[in-house]
C-alpha cells in the first residue's frame, strides 16, 4: 500500500478565516512533506518533518503553519490567507528523509477569496 | 546552474512511442523520478532509477540514463490515451529534497 490520503480535497476560504489542511499516511513512514502547486508549475516544497519534528521550513510566510502530532498524520494550519496562496497543496512521505523516494498525496485545492 | 530542465511540450499520436527528456544538474544525485500528473490529480510515482544504473524496463516504460552528460530519458511504448499528462522528472540530492523539472505536456492524438 503507497497510498497517502488527503482531506479535504476541495476547499474554499476568505481571508479572514482559519482552517486546516489534513494528511495521513500508514506506510511506516517517518517522513511527510508539504508542497504547494502552482497552475502549470512544479510542486514547491514548504516543510518537511522527519520523526515528527521540523526538519526543513523554506521560509515559509507564518499564515501557514504546518504540525506532526503523529507520525501517520501532518496538518497544514491556515489563517489570514492572500488569495495569490490559491494553490493545489500536496503531502507527501517517505520512509525516511535523503535519498528515499516520495510518494504524493492527491493534494486539496485551495481558493482563497 | 540549479535547474531541471525539461522540454516544456511533446505532441504524439496513439500507438508510437514517447520520449521525454531531462538534463539535471548534480552527478552526486542518488536517485532519478519520474512523476506523472493528470488534470486536477496529485504526483504519481512512474519509476525511478538509481545513479549506478544506466537503464531501466517496466513494461512500457523504459528509463536510461546518461550519468556523464547528466541525461535522463523517459520512453513509453505504444502511447495511449491515457498517457496524456504532465511528465515531471526530479533528481534527489540526499537532503529530502527533490529538485523538479518544469514538467512536460505529453499530448496524445487519436
Known amino acids: 500500500d503507497t497510498e497517502v490520503t488527503q482531506t479535504p480535497k476541495h476547499l474554499v476560504m476568505g481571508m479572514t478565516n482559519k482552517k486546516s489542511l489534513k494528511c495521513e499516511q500508514h506506510?511506516?513512514?517517518?517522513?511527510m512533506y508539504w508542497y504547494k502547486q502552482k497552475a502549470k508549475k512544479p510542486p514547491e516544497l514548504m516543510f518537511v518533518?522527519?520523526?515528527?519534528?521540523?526538519?526543513i521550513n523554506e521560509s515559509v510566510p507564518s499564515r501557514f503553519s504546518p504540525e506532526c502530532p503523529n507520525s501517520s498524520l501532518l496538518n497544514l494550519h491556515l489563517h489570514a490567507l492572500q488569495p495569490e496562496d490559491s494553490a493545489l497543496y500536496l503531502c507527501?512521505?517517505?520512509?525516511?528523509?535523503?535519498?528515499?523516494?516520495?510518494?504524493f498525496g492527491p493534494g486539496t485545492r485551495l481558493t482563497v477569496l | 546552474g540549479e535547474d531541471v530542465e525539461q522540454s516544456l511540450f511533446l505532441s504524439v499520436r496513439e500507438g508510437d512511442s514517447s520520449v521525454i527528456n531531462c538534463t539535471y544538474t548534480?552527478?552526486?544525485?542518488?536517485?532519478l523520478y519520474w512523476y506523472k500528473q493528470e488534470p486536477g490529480a496529485g504526483l504519481q510515482l512512474l519509476t525511478y532509477?538509481?545513479?549506478?544504473?544506466d537503464m531501466k524496463q517496466d513494461q512500457r516504460l523504459t528509463v536510461l540514463l546518461n550519468k556523464k552528460d547528466k541525461h535522463l530519458s523517459l520512453r513509453i511504448a505504444d502511447t495511449q490515451t491515457g498517457d496524456s499528462a504532465i511528465y515531471f522528472c526530479?533528481?534527489?540530492?540526499?537532503?529530502?529534497?527533490?529538485?523538479f523539472g518544469q514538467g512536460t505536456t505529453l499530448q496524445v492524438k487519436p
Open positions: 507527501a512521505s517517505s520512509p525516511g528523509l535523503g535519498s528515499d523516494t516520495q510518494y
Open positions: 506506510m511506516g513512514h517517518r517522513a
Open positions: 518533518y522527519s520523526y515528527e519534528k521540523l526538519s
Open positions: 548534480d552527478s552526486s544525485s542518488t536517485y
Open positions: 532509477i538509481f545513479s549506478n544504473m
Open positions: 526530479a533528481e534527489n540530492r540526499g537532503t529530502g529534497k527533490l529538485i
